[in-house]
């Protein structure tokens, strides 16, 4: 069955980098695009980013252009989101997810990942 | 940017009531809408996809209708289950973009 397992928790100083993992299985890989959304505490949930690894395009929420990044590792079928600069206005819980043939977007989600910028 | 915009923000409502939820797009997005469901500590469900095609294994109490810039997304009668907090979602163009939520309470 697909999964998307996520990394554990970070916690980081405001100005710091973070970078999150999401390791997928039960499909191949490249077939199906990755998106990134995330939540802060109590709110609702707004994208971030998204990625295509059999083509390698992505794009990125305007709001954090130039200091996100995604990448992926297709050895280990791992996608990564990178975000630089934090403040406290990033922490959030991170979520990867992946359509499916019917479903657009996120079908499938990740358990999601919370990250703490905090002084 | 396509804004949606969902209401209410919050209800409450007796078990066996109908709750209907809207979205409303600042363009339209033909039929490109999902609805999830989210439960506290957890990730969103799909459960309506293409603005009314029930995901499979999700009850049938629950419906999605609209198409353009007007989507309806509908509890016919309301268990306890069902608390939770609910999003419309628009796919037609980047940013992908979510409604503010609904949040269901029993009454």
């Known amino acids: 069955q697909v999964q998307l397992v996520q990394s554990g928790a970070e916690v980081r100083k405001p100005g710091a980098s973070v970078k999150v993992s999401c390791k997928a299985s039960g499909y191949t890989f490249i077939d199906y695009d990755i998106n990134w959304i995330r939540q802060a505490t109590g709110q609702g949930l707004e994208w971030v980013a998204w990625?295509?690894?059999?083509?390698?395009?992505?794009d990125y929420a305007q709001k954090f252009q130039g200091r996100v990044t995604v990448t992926w590792d297709i050895s280990i079928s791992t996608a990564f989101l990178e975000l630089r600069s934090l403040t406290s206005d990033d922490t959030a819980v991170y979520y990867c997810a992946r359509p499916d043939d019917q479903v657009d977007s996120a079908k499938y989600w990740g358990q999601g990942t919370l990250v703490t910028v905090s002084s | 940017d396509i804004q949606m915009t969902q209401s209410p923000s919050s209800l409450s409502a007796s078990v066996g009531d109908r709750v209907t939820i809207t979205c409303q797009a600042s363009q339209d997005i033909k039929n490109y809408v999902n609805w999830y469901q989210q439960k506290p500590g957890k990730a969103p469900n799909i459960l309506i996809y293409?603005?009314?095609n029930l995901e499979t294994g999700v009850p049938s109490r629950f419906s999605g209708s609209g198409s353009g810039t007007d989507f309806t997304f509908t509890i016919s009668s309301l268990q306890p289950e069902d608390i939770a907090t609910y999003y419309c979602q628009q796919y037609d163009d980047f940013p992908l973009t979510f409604g503010g939520g609904t949040k269901v309470e029993i009454k």
């Open positions: 990625m295509n690894a059999d083509t390698g395009n992505t």
């Open positions: 293409d603005a009314s």
